[in-house]
């Protein structure tokens, strides 16, 4: 696969002014998950939570805190690398999906 066709692609879908700007948002990507996955397991140990083996309550708190979290850690680390307001366009239609979702929900 060709490297430069995939960041081309990636700059075009996105809508990003070049690809030194895509490399920056693949960065705050790759920086988010090891970070969460650093600070992950200390959060759970403060609240006491054993995250070893499965179960139905801890996929919902594994998802309650680490999705919000990794969310926050996404617009810090795309703030650090001057891209912030491509993860807020972002972020704001997760928002707005979530938003509707739970409208229609409700009717």
């Given at each position: ?23 920056l ?14 600070i ?11 995250m070893?083996?499965g ?12 999705l ?11 703030f ?21 979702l ?6």
């Amino acid at each position: 696969m060709n490297e430069e066709g995939f960041l081309k692609r990636l700059q075009q879908k996105w809508q990003l002014k070049s690809i030194w700007q895509v490399l920056l948002v693949l960065l705050a990507f790759a920086c988010t998950g090891f970070t969460v996955l650093y600070i992950k397991q200390p959060i759970f140990d403060l609240l006491g939570v054993d995250m070893s083996s499965g179960g139905f309550w801890k996929t919902v708190i594994y998802l309650l805190l680490v999705l919000p979290l990794y969310q926050i850690m996404l617009l810090f680390y795309g703030f650090l690398f001057g891209q912030f307001s491509f993860f807020w366009e972002k972020e704001k239609k997760i928002f707005k999906r979530i938003g509707a979702l739970l409208i229609r929900k409700r009717k």
